[in-house]
């Protein structure tokens, strides 16, 4: 028998959490934040679309916590990661139990097409749960291509709600990171340990293809690796997969749809840091710009919270 999973601690979770809350110091993110506060006081469907590692569980979370059903505990089930086979059983034991609470199904574009059509009868049958989809996949692009019934996008796509990736908001980097080292180092019963300016620095010029759970994991790893009460750039260990180093350090510096100026030439700057270790001196000379202009462009930096 398949068990049912539910989750009912929102402080378990990966995602952009500070102390247990989300937490942001990007503009756009609080202004999501205040969003999904207002839609949770509704019962529509919601579709929250994010790239892997984002944090869009913690945000469906966030939602149930927000609404007048977190007196029940929500259920949530993960698409990827249950089997095909396994789906119908999970989903048909996780409906009866959402009754008057909310039903997260995080990346429901792995849904097979059977439990797909079981979603769209429970959702056309007025039951009272509300539902909350995550997704790291354009649906309307998996409807296009006939793997993904179109009705059941139209129910689902009541509330769309994106989360920017890391890149996009450099200025929590720093924040999260704070906060993950804190946790970590308490675990390792080592309280106080601290990053490093060098750190920061060093965080801060990482591409984050894997978002926040590749800063936990690299925050984590650089706890058990240090030694004194600080964490140094030497700590900082990057794993990523080859392919998405190589995509990330071809694409950083060019425009695509969405991208300014100023952030390709934050861009540029932040790479050359870490080219030359943070050497400011051989970063300006390497960019043909006066040390000085250097140190402005940095400043401007600091004030969107970005340390380099």
């Known amino acids: 028998m398949v068990s049912p999973t539910r989750e009912t601690n929102p402080n378990q979770t990966q995602g952009p959490l500070v102390q247990g809350r989300l937490s942001s110091v990007d503009r756009q993110v ?56 396994d789906q119908e059983a999970l989903f048909k034991s996780l409906q009866e139990q959402a009754i008057g609470s909310t039903l997260i199904l995080a990346e429901v574009w792995k849904l097979s097409p059977v439990v797909q059509v079981r979603l769209l009868d429970l959702l056309q049958s007025g039951a009272d749960i509300r539902i909350v989809a995550t997704s790291s996949r354009s649906l309307s692009n998996l409807v296009r291509n006939g793997d993904f019934r179109e009705e059941l996008f139209y129910r689902l796509n009541v509330v769309n709600l994106k989360i920017p990736s890391l890149q996009e908001r450099l200025g929590d980097i720093e924040a999260y990171a704070r906060a993950i080292v804190s946790r970590f180092a308490a675990e390792q019963g080592r309280p106080g340990l601290q990053l490093s300016e060098e750190a920061v620095c060093l965080l801060n010029s990482h591409r984050w293809p894997g978002n926040i759970r590749e800063l936990e994991s690299v925050c984590e790893r650089a706890v058990l690796l240090s030694q004194g009460p600080e964490i140094r750039a030497r700590d900082i260990q990057f794993q990523v997969a080859q392919e998405a180093k190589v995509a990330s350090e071809t694409s950083s510096t060019a425009w695509k749809p969405g991208r300014t100026l100023d ?45 380099a």
Request: aromatic letters at 6%.
């Open 30 to 85: 609080n202004e999501l934040l205040s969003l999904a506060e207002s839609v949770a006081k509704s019962k529509a469907s919601v579709l929250i679309f994010g790239e892997y590692g984002t944090g869009k569980r913690s945000l469906a979370r966030f939602i149930h916590e927000k609404s007048a059903r977190n007196v029940r505990p929500f259920g949530i089930m993960n698409c990827r990661e249950t089997a095909l086979g």
């Open 263 to 307: 952030e390709i030439e934050r861009n540029v700057i932040l790479e050359a840091l870490k080219h030359f270790g943070g050497n400011r001196t051989h970063t300006a000379k390497a960019l043909g710009i006066s040390i000085r202009t250097l140190r402005n462009k940095l400043a401007e930096f600091r004030v969107m919270g970005i340390r």
